[in-house]
């Protein structure tokens, strides 16, 4: 088993509303993973969102603190809710409705990396689903949720940024001739996870460092936006893809040539991101 759940990096103090995350960067392979499945060191590796850690890394100097998870999404992915488990993995779970996700074999605890491969050569016993869930994706979630509520309540509102990326080609069937290649997609789940006003600032952030943004196409937004968005009650969620092919070699899953330039680029973006709401905080005391 990966040695623990998350790694918290917390600022100096604590001057932005905004929290960063990055569910999917986990790369803590325990060679009693790895002796249950299929595939080798690097493919198991391609469903990951490699680097993503690193590249936000910053956060905490803009006051914002940034949470990571350490299992890989192959081993259990926190992008799910702990309740979507697929049955033509797991022993001793009923098919129910249709959830497309679990479909495809991308539930909680996932049957399949990129391309469709196969993680495992049969099921998995229910007891390792719920050891997993009960020991990374509860603690992750739980520690999400502290900093969201510790910020609202020391600033009257809080801005999950919920860090991914995605393949090159991901953007492939939006892209209409002679348009921008979108480097950024924005997912707001349409509206329902974030205010306009937070979404509109979050894009012209990275707009204004000169990356081609896009919104809601082909990521809306999955389980951390839809649970966490909650604008009325002034918590916002907005999730953020990244182009990998910009900072590194996928097929070789390496940062490239272009990596420390690009996150020198978006050490810019976050510390204006991180700006989002300040100078109209409030403390809850007050």
């Known amino acids: 088993m990966p040695k623990v759940a998350f790694h ?41 969102d490699a ?49 497309p996700r679990v479909a495809s074999g991308l539930g909680v605890v996932p049957r399949v990396v990129a391309n469709g491969r196969a993680i495992y050569r049969g099921k998995l016993p229910m007891a390792e689903a719920e050891r997993r869930i009960h020991d990374f994706w509860y603690p992750y979630h739980r520690e999400l949720q502290k900093l969201l509520q510790a910020a609202h309540q020391r600033f009257g509102k809080a801005i999950l940024i919920d860090c991914h990326s995605m393949p090159h080609e991901a953007v492939d069937g939006i892209v209409r001739s002679g348009a921008p290649r979108p480097d950024i997609v924005i997912g707001d789940r349409f509206g329902a996870s974030a205010d306009l006003a937070i979404v509109d600032r ?20 999955a389980y951390i936006t839809q649970a966490y968005g909650r604008p009325s009650r002034h918590q916002h969620a907005v999730q953020i893809e990244i182009d990998r092919g910009i900072y590194m070699d996928e097929q070789l899953i390496r940062p490239n040539a272009h990596f420390n330039a690009f996150r020198d680029l978006l050490r810019g973006v976050i510390a204006d991101i991180a700006t989002i709401g300040r100078g109209e905080e409030r403390l809850a005391a007050e």
């Open 8 to 48: 918290l990096a917390r600022p100096a103090a604590d001057t932005s509303c905004v929290v960063f995350a990055s569910p999917h960067s986990g790369r803590d392979y325990p060679w009693s993973f790895m002796r249950q499945t299929l595939l080798d060191e690097h493919a198991i590796r391609s469903s990951e």
């Open 51 to 99: 680097y993503v850690d690193q590249l936000f890394a910053c956060a905490p100097q803009f006051g914002a603190p940034f949470l990571t998870a350490i299992a890989p999404r192959a081993f259990v992915d926190l992008n799910r809710s702990c309740d979507e488990l697929d049955p033509a993995l797991i022993e001793g779970v009923r098919r129910g409705g249709h959830n």
């Open 202 to 221: 979050i894009e012209a952030a990275f707009a204004g460092a000169g990356l081609v943004v896009a919104r809601n196409a082909p990521f809306a937004g």
